[in-house]
């Protein structure tokens, strides 16, 4: 069927709808659950955890597919991130064509795994290259922005009303497409946009962008950055540009996202080309300025209702900067999500320290057998091996994909990713509030010798309370050692330790206990999947 839909009009994104059995109903669509200052994806009607991979950005055709599944399969994944170009599904305007959405959407579930679709459209990495030729080649209907000296940079500016119209007719036939034919909600998220913003220039200056530069703080803004009335200039200083693009391009998004909610409102999220460093701060013109960067959450929080969170997209192994963004997204009123992050070996880690502070999914970027060879900070060797730190994570996790998320939603998790800086002691401290649990990395030997650090930077643990004084610990090439919040008042015991695993009822299966040589040392978690119960208790001092 899928090249009957080639070529015909814009109902033609909604003929699949009629292959659906007799009597089908619509599940509960997906959406952000909050409680304090902590999120969940609810998929199902239950808390679900992203085990994600995001494909290459030209693997969604069909005969790039058959490349894509091995690799997923490999990584042990729930849910593929895969790209619809705004050229794929309206190559000639107002023709659409949702064939490569539905070999998506048949394809998944076949493999069991949900999606993620990331909408390629008015920006991509700043750029309107997935655009259609309509579109990106007639620059008097669809202007791009202008420079200072008027003369065009490379990328579509948000004041134009053709281009948002256009978008958002597209993004909305994509979105009743799916309210159509995926009632059993195989796409869990979408991605509206890609990296939006600009390199090289930190704001537009075509006569509409200049005319609004010149006139007052829109009050919603205002408010939210706890400012009276005044200029862009005037209000925001140094970074008035910087504040000007992202409202300009974040109410563009916006009004785009609303024509997709206002078919299917699944939870919808823009992701961010961060800045070099979440602690310093850096000219906009160096980076994707008008994108949802750290420094401008604020400012896309108050002019972007429809979105459900931001999301950065971190290509960094530096712990320091790693941790630093997390810290910035991860945030009462924005949902912790990492959609994309590096794929080489050292970014493996930082799953634990992500699902630890509750984030509602993980993904690296670039995961398919299709042969591209990916830029810095990448890595040219994408096999098996190269997989293999991911899939350990996701094998474990998987089991916890559906548990995990209520036990963050409560606020109950906590992570570590490894530092490769020595500075550190290769050892963290986590606060549980009663206990804490000292995680090193690297020890020499079985006993107290000093944690030297592993061989790269490999080691992660995440722990959750599962019940008082009950915790489920699991993790890497780490050892967690408990202790008492007051060590004065009690001392500490191991009640017991459980080693075993949760089956798909979700119910704890029982192994084994350890002891004697497994837990005097600490619980020392290896390249094993192994996930323990921790029932600590504690007897008088005298």
């Not at 979440?278 to 906009?284: E, G, I, L, M, R």
Request: with cysteine; charged share 20%; hydrophobic share 45%.
């Amino acid at each position: 069927m899928h090249h009957l839909l080639r070529g015909l009009p814009f109902a033609a994104c909604a003929l699949l709808a009629l292959a659906r059995p007799a009597g089908a109903q619509a599940n509960e669509v997906p959406h952000i659950e909050t409680k304090g200052a902590r999120h969940a994806l609810i998929v199902d009607g239950a808390p679900f955890l992203m085990l994600g991979a995001q494909i290459n950005n030209s693997s969604s055709w069909p005969a790039a597919m058959p490349g894509v599944w091995p690799a997923m399969e490999a990584m042990h994944v729930n849910t593929v991130e895969a790209p619809i170009g705004w050229e794929q599904i309206e190559p000639e305007e107002g023709h659409f064509d949702c064939a490569a959405v539905d070999l998506l959407l048949e394809q998944a579930r076949a493999h069991k795994v949900r999606l993620v679709l990331l909408w390629f459209a008015t920006w991509k990495n700043t750029n309107p290259q997935y655009a259609p030729s309509w579109v990106k080649l007639d620059n008097a209907r669809f202007p791009r922005m202008r420079r200072a000296d008027g003369t065009f940079h490379y990328a579509l500016s948000p004041f134009a009303a053709a281009t948002l119209a256009a978008d958002s007719k597209a993004f909305a036939a994509l979105m009743r497409h799916l309210r159509e034919v995926d009632p059993q909600n195989t796409v869990i998220m979408v991605q509206v946009e890609n990296e939006p913003g600009t390199y090289g220039l930190a704001r537009d200056h075509s006569p509409e962008a200049n005319k609004a530069f010149a006139g007052p703080v829109p009050e919603a803004l205002r408010k939210r950055t706890g400012k009276g009335p005044g200029s862009w200039s005037a209000l925001y200083g140094r970074d008035a540009e910087l504040y000007f693009h992202a409202w300009s391009i974040a109410r563009y998004i916006d009004q785009v996202a609303a024509a997709g909610k206002a078919e299917k409102p699944l939870p919808m999220y823009v992701n961010a080309a961060l800045p070099g460093s979440p602690f310093t701060w850096q000219d906009p013109a160096t980076y994707a300025s008008g994108g949802p960067a750290n420094t401008v959450i604020e400012v896309y929080k108050a002019a972007a209702p429809h979105l459900d969170l931001v999301a950065p997209d971190i290509y960094t192994t530096a712990h320091k900067d790693y941790t630093g963004f997390l810290d910035s997204y991860e945030r009462a009123d924005n949902a912790l999500f990492v959609p994309e992050t590096g794929h080489a070996r050292d970014y493996a880690r930082f799953f634990f320290e992500a699902v630890g502070r509750g984030a509602i999914g993980w993904s690296p970027f670039g995961i398919d057998r299709l042969r591209y060879l990916p830029s810095y900070p990448l890595t040219s060797k994408l096999n098996d091996e190269a997989l293999a730190p991911f899939a350990a994570n996701y094998a474990l996790f998987g089991q916890l994909a559906r548990l995990w998320p209520r036990w963050a939603l409560a606020g109950k998790t906590w992570g570590a990713a490894e530092s490769e800086d020595p500075a550190d002691g290769h050892r963290q401290v986590l606060d549980l509030g009663r206990y804490r649990a000292e995680v090193s990395f690297g020890r020499g030997d079985w006993g107290a010798g000093e944690a030297k650090g592993n061989d790269w930077p490999k080691g992660g643990v995440a722990i959750a309370e599962i019940a008082p004084d009950e915790y489920l610990v699991t993790g890497h090439f780490a050892r967690v050692e408990f202790a008492l919040r007051d060590p004065a008042r009690a001392n500490l015991i191991l009640d017991r330790v459980e080693e075993g695993h949760y089956n798909d009822a979700g119910n704890w299966v029982f192994e084994r206990v350890w002891n004697g040589d497994q837990v005097d040392w600490g619980l020392n978690f290896t390249a094993a999947n192994q996930v323990l119960h921790v029932k600590l208790a504690s007897y008088p001092i005298r």
